[in-house]
């Protein structure tokens, strides 16, 4: 072949963030496009290309002689650099589709979601049905009837958001039901570790200002609790994390993984790695805490001024409780460590200044009575003098989140406040509706608004006074220190992305961003949708808002509430219900319910819960779309930065709001105009959101205009530990003074919200114990369904996506551990196993597996690898849906499929998807066979060679483009 030359030189270049974490944008990145709109390359983007770096006051951390300081570049997450293959890919959704066997004025067909295949139609008629569907429901059931999924983790945009816009016209139209999304990630933390240390808002440590200058100088020891920042953070918040934990360790600091596989950290990093099975690091805990008790080897005097509840916990630790000491050899039999080894651990942690670090809990926080172990990281840290120099929970992740001061010290002279136009998820009802809803009554509702106001103290690092007693200026002050600080000092009945002060005094653009009159009119939890529509009625405890304070979990809820509807149809934004959320198989056997008359999906990518969309529209990525966007977690310098077209839209995309004004344009001319603010231009409405963004005063010599960023100078006395104490030192230091968030005040190794509200509660008791089973899980070795399932299922985030983002990246998935191809030619999820675990089985490395138990069958491909501990499978979460089956055979890996149905406990509603009991077997020929003749249209549907599930196999062919 001929040399080609070929010319790369970029005709354009323009600024996209890095992250798909929903309204996070994230880090800045260059995207270069060729004269003819096609994108060509995108690269890191390097601070100093127009900007004077040293103006800026670029942060370090210094510790024992070494300095770290940042880049001159931002650090983008490799698939992010790849995302040009995402952008036009095969499964890109074009134009408008209609599932080819619904008909909207005949039959249905909805046993045939995700079975039956789409045609190609227009925008007009797309909408139409759209509207008409939206009406007809409305005037049979009632806006109640709709349920909008308008959360999860989509492209970072901001004037276009990837969630919620739909809610935005739902609510003109008299309301919806809202999808309340558990605290997914935080589950143990959320439902356990609030109820012992307040960790608000989400059960994580907090505050948490400054802890990795504090680490670094001070900690001779980190235990990864299966944290990973190789992988976790990165699609988050980049590699500033990895780049960090390689200096950390540089300082002679050890560490320690504590995980059932040997993580992609773990591989170059870990001093010692201890494989431990799944759904057992309560155990563990607990053996530890054994022995610290019986030599004497924890801080006593911090417990005494600093916990209560502490002695009839120890009780049961040593066993004067039930008879049972929680012994090392005890802990040994149910986690798979050696005792010796357990011992070692304890001393070694009791001995040197140590910290727990995590990656938004891992495996063990989301699964069965995952609030057992949360609970005993929080007594164990406490037992070690929690709050003092070294000795604190750290994430390599989010650090941007749910703080008032950052971890890292990369933090700006102010924080910026990006505006976010449409609400996600708000909750049910408003203050002056809540007794009609049903919810929450008025006395309630005060005693809620003082608890966010307590959590706003906290994470501010500031006493908490009540109301009468502080000026409303003050508190409006104090607030206005963070968009966490914020949020929960002014509550969440106006949506979650409230405006900051500085945007609320400009007129305009607090019209435009305004959250609409109408709040949803009822909700349900994400990981009950299932059972909302196959049920006559649910009921759950907590989880009436997202990220609510701990005495939100005593309440009870129920669905439909009085005067509202069932479900009777869905919008999705979020289409990942399959492939991310608990018991996939069942949420396609509850939307094939005759109950669900209609189901629309927006979505740039034909994937997971599209295939069981009635109405698909085409959506634009944000390569697209002219929108705003800021980098607070990227860990360089919190920027904010104009976001250009990098291309034409794909197809007849366009973007997430102007998807959902279609629709409005057809409902009726006044709604349009509500719903766009009198077609306010996007140009005018990026402007209005820079000027509102909490910094625009900043700008002094207007970078904004003239590059398109502004970067933020960082705030000086940013690790002045008098200003900003790292963690919770100031409650180390004086307990009394600075309370925590519980209701002591203190540690409370025994719960005295659970006690007064669940006092037998058996799952989640009191103080925290050892939970065999109970009639909601039996997912242990013990249970006699190991008898049929005899391994323990692991999931965790995958190295070469983003939860249910990027599986069609065609580079990545020629790495084996993204996919393997198998003899059939099929690239298959990798399914990790032991060479014990596999040679039992006969299966040897890239042979076809199936995945199974009672809920269903995932097809894999066996990756064999000494990383793994014996008697466990692991997949990792996300891989796209392609059914072979619809309600039990899937061929894409998708293994939140056959994840239990049922709520981390009675009382906790979280969802379980990490640590349940499956079977793996080779696949024969005989059995492909078999399948292949059982269902030949599934098998004869077009898959891609390189990227897998694509939009041709999903079309009728005389629909297809051109």
């Known amino acids: 072949m001929p040399n080609t030359k070929v010319d790369v030189k970029a005709d354009k270049r323009v600024l996209k963030a890095a992250s798909l974490m929903g309204p996070s944008a994230g880090l ?4 270069e496009s060729d004269k003819d709109g096609k994108i060509t390359r995108i690269r890191p983007f390097y601070y100093d290309e127009n900007h004077d770096w040293d103006s800026k006051n670029p942060w370090k951390i210094e510790a024992h002689g070494s300095t770290f300081e940042p880049p001159r570049h931002s650090l983008p997450a490799s698939y992010y650099l790849t995302y040009k293959k995402r952008v036009y890919s095969n499964n890109r959704v074009r134009y408008p589709l209609k599932r080819v066997d619904w008909d909207p004025d005949g039959e249905r067909n909805p046993q045939n979601r995700g079975k039956s295949r789409y045609v190609r139609i227009s925008w007009d008629e797309a909408t139409d049905i759209v509207a008409k569907e939206l009406l007809r429901i409305r005037d049979k059931y009632g806006m109640s009837a709709v349920l909008a999924e308008a959360d999860m983790h989509g492209e970072g945009k901001h004037i276009a958001p990837s969630h919620g816009c739909m809610n935005r016209l739902l609510s003109l139209m008299g309301g919806y039901t809202v999808q309340m999304r558990n605290q997914d990630s935080w589950e143990g933390y959320s439902w356990g570790s609030k109820n012992v240390w307040g960790g608000e808002p989400v059960g994580e440590m907090q505050p948490s200002g400054n802890l990795w200058p504090d680490i670094a100088k001070n900690a001779e020891l980190l235990l990864f609790w299966a944290g990973d920042p190789e992988v976790t953070a990165v699609g988050f918040d980049g590699y500033m994390a990895s780049r960090l934990s390689q200096w950390i ?11 059932p596989a040997l993580n992609f950290s773990g591989c170059y990093l870990a001093d010692k790695w201890i494989p431990i099975q799944p759904n057992t690091d309560d155990a563990l805990y607990l ?21 209560v509840g502490y002695e009839e916990f120890f009780d049961y630790v040593l066993g004067k409780a039930d008879g049972e000491p929680k012994t090392p050899a005890w802990a040994s039999e149910k986690t798979g460590i050696p005792e010796w080894t357990i011992k070692a651990l304890a001393r070694d942690w009791a001995h040197k200044v140590t910290s727990v670090t995590i990656g938004n809990g891992g495996p ?4 069965a009575f995952s609030t057992e172990p949360a609970r005993l990281q929080s007594i164990c840290l406490g037992m070690q003098g929690l709050g003092k120099p070294g000795r604190h929970q750290a994430k390599w992740i989010e650090w941007n989140l749910h703080t008032d001061t950052f971890p890292m010290p990369h933090q700006g002279k102010k924080a910026i406040d990006l505006p976010h136009r449409c609400e996600i998820v708000r909750p049910a009802g408003s203050q002056k509706d809540l007794n009609a809803t049903g919810l929450l009554g008025r006395v309630k509702e005060k005693e809620r608004q003082e608890a966010l106001a307590r959590q706003a103290a906290l994470i501010a690092g500031k006493e908490y006074k009540p109301e009468d007693q502080e000026a409303k200026e003050d508190k409006e002050k104090a607030a206005a220190g963070s968009n966490a600080a914020a949020f929960f000092a002014k509550g969440k009945e106006e949506g979650r992305y409230r405006l900051s002060e500085s945007a609320a005094a400009i007129e305009e653009l607090a019209e435009i961003c305004k959250t609409t009159e109408n709040p949803p009119m009822q909700s349900v939890p994400k990981c009950l949708v299932h059972d909302a529509i196959l049920k006559d009625q649910i009921s759950w405890y907590g989880l009436y808002s997202f990220c609510g304070p701990a005495s939100e979990q005593w309440e009870e809820h129920t669905f439909p509430v009085e005067g509202c509807s069932r479900i009777h149809a869905i919008w999705t934004d979020a289409p990942c219900m399959v492939t991310c959320w608990n018991d996939g198989f069942n949420f396609v056997k509850a939307v094939r319910s005759e109950e669900i008359e209609f189901i629309i999906a927006q979505q740039p990518w034909l994937e997971n ?26 860990g360089v310098m919190c920027t904010v930065f104009r976001e250009r077209p990098a291309c034409p839209p794909v197809g007849e995309s366009l973007d997430d709001f102007d998807c959902v004004a279609e629709v409005a344009r057809k409902i009726s001319p006044e709604i349009y105009d509500a719903y766009t603010n009198g077609d306010k231009p996007k140009e005018r409405v990026i402007e209005l959101f820079w000027q509102g963004c ?20 960082c705030d000086p006395d940013i690790q002045d530990f008098k200003l900003h104490p790292p963690g919770l030192r100031r409650f180390a230091d004086d307990p009394e003074g600075h309370p925590l968030s519980t209701p002591t005040g203190k540690l409370e190794f025994t719960s005295t919200g659970i006690k007064e509200n669940f006092p037998n509660d058996p799952e ?14 039996d997912e242990r070795l013990s249970s006699p369904r190991a008898k049929d399932y005899p391994l323990l299922c692991m999931s965790n985030h995958g190295r070469w996506r983003f939860h249910a983002n990027l599986d069609d990246i065609t580079w990545n998935r020629e790495v084996e551990t993204m996919k393997i191809r198998a003899k059939d030619g099929y690239q298959y999820e990798p399914a990790w196993l032991s060479p014990k675990t596999a040679e039992a089985r006969g299966i040897r490395h890239g042979d076809i597996v199936k995945i199974f138990n009672e809920r269903g069958t995932v097809l894999c491909a066996a990756y064999v690898t000494p990383r793994l501990v014996d008697g466990v499978v692991y997949v990792d979460h996300g891989s796209r849906f392609d059914p072979i089956d619809a309600e039990k055979l899937d061929r894409g890996g998708a293994i939140n499929l056959i994840t239990p149905h049922a709520i981390t406990s009675r009382n906790a509603t979280g969802m379980v998807v990490s640590g349940f009991l499956v079977e793996v077997a080779a696949v024969t020929d005989e059995e492909m066979d078999g399948w292949k003749k059982q269902y030949p249209e599934a098998f004869a549907r077009k898959v891609d060679e390189a990227c897998g599930v694509c939009l041709d196999g999903w079309m009728i062919d005389d629909k297809k483009e051109a």
């Open 28 to 31: 800045p990145t260059v995207v």
């Open 249 to 259: 360790h540089s300082l002679g600091i050890k560490f320690v993984h504590i995980d």
């Open 287 to 307: 053996g530890i805490i054994y022995l610290w008790l019986k030599e004497d080897l924890y801080d006593k005097e911090y417990v005494e001024t600093h916990a």
């Open 364 to 367: 063990g926080i989301r699964g």
């Open 609 to 634: 819960d599209c295939l069981l969309a009635d109405i698909v529209l085409p959506v634009q990525t944000k390569f697209e779309m002219d929108d705003i966007s800021d980098d607070k977690g990227g």
């Open 694 to 713: 909490s910094v625009h005063d900043l700008d002094v010599d207007d970078e904004f205009h003239k590059y398109d960023m502004f970067i933020l100078p």
């Open 764 to 777: 989640r008791p009191p103080y925290p114990k050892w939970v065999e089973a109970s009639e909601l899980h």
